[in-house]
């Protein structure tokens, strides 16, 4: 018996320390409180605790702003190459190199000669094509009044018939002439399609120009386009007409999304954007 409560008794032993323990120390932490605590007379040596600022906000849901960086190549809003379209010879320049030029403005004008004879020659055969169909529409419906009544055979009726059909085809290929003619014409016209600065001219008097020529660089920098990429993970967060800000040497200008493309660039994984 004396044997167990010994055993029993070291058993109760390190539970009693360390409550023990666990007391000293509630015991030393709430003495030294009290002690910092008291009057300036009977502070201990602890230095005095100093007051710490807090602020305090009430947690609600925001919206975080996102920030996307893109480089991208700037370029006039309006970058165009004038390609000439027919052959001719340069006989006179109204623009030179630098000069501000608007839409339906020449730059130079080609020996239209050839083309001015051809374009008034089809002028007058839709002129006389639709002066036959005319003749043969009256004619037909005379005819067809005729053959209801028994007047005209069948043979005649079907006659008129091919005839009214024959000018209104004549009547369509002269009008396809004339519009060819016509095209013809305009292109002997160096017309500026767009307007801008000519920032380059390939032109000069009495030299022959071919199709496919490009005889002009017409730029309009008056509004800047900024074409760049973006990547999948931020292509969700731009939209169309966004405002955005652009950092041209060292200054910054207000922009906005132009557009942005729903297909990778080639060989790349960035999506095209246009500010």
Not at 86 to 113: F, M, Y
Request: charged share 20%.
């Amino acid at each position: 018996m004396k044997k167990q409560s010994k055993i029993s008794g070291r058993r109760v032993t390190p539970l009693l320390l360390i409550m023990l323990l666990s007391a000293g120390i509630l015991l030393t932490t709430v003495t030294g409180c009290n002690r910092r605590s008291g009057p300036p007379g009977q502070r201990g040596s602890g230095r005095e605790a100093t007051p710490v600022p807090v602020m305090i906000e009430e947690i609600e849901l925001r919206n975080l702003s996102e920030y996307i960086s893109i480089t991208g190549k700037l370029e006039g809003i309006t970058d165009i190459n004038l390609i000439s379209e027919t052959t001719g010879r340069v006989i006179s320049l109204h623009k030179n190199l630098g000069d501000w030029i608007d839409k339906g403005q020449e730059i130079g004008v080609l020996d239209n000669e050839v083309f001015r004879i051809r374009l008034d020659q089809a002028q007058a055969a839709l002129s006389a094509a639709n002066a036959a169909m005319e003749t043969a529409v009256m004619n037909y419906n005379s005819t067809s009044q005729l053959y209801r009544t028994g007047s005209v055979s069948q043979a005649e009726y079907q006659q008129a018939l091919y005839a009214r059909e024959g000018a209104v085809a004549q009547r369509d290929g002269a009008a396809a002439a004339l519009d060819s003619a016509q095209k013809a014409f305009d292109n002997s016209r160096l017309v500026a399609p767009v307007s801008g600065y000519i920032t380059s001219l390939n032109l000069r008097i009495g030299e022959t120009i071919f199709p496919n020529q490009v005889i002009a660089g017409i730029v309009d920098h008056r509004e800047l386009l900024l074409r760049g990429g973006i990547s999948d993970l931020h292509i969700l967060s731009v939209k169309r007409n966004q405002p955005v800000r652009v950092h041209y040497q060292g200054k910054e200008y207000p922009g906005k999304v132009r557009g942005v493309g729903l297909r990778p660039l080639p060989n790349s994984a960035s999506y095209p954007l246009e500010i």
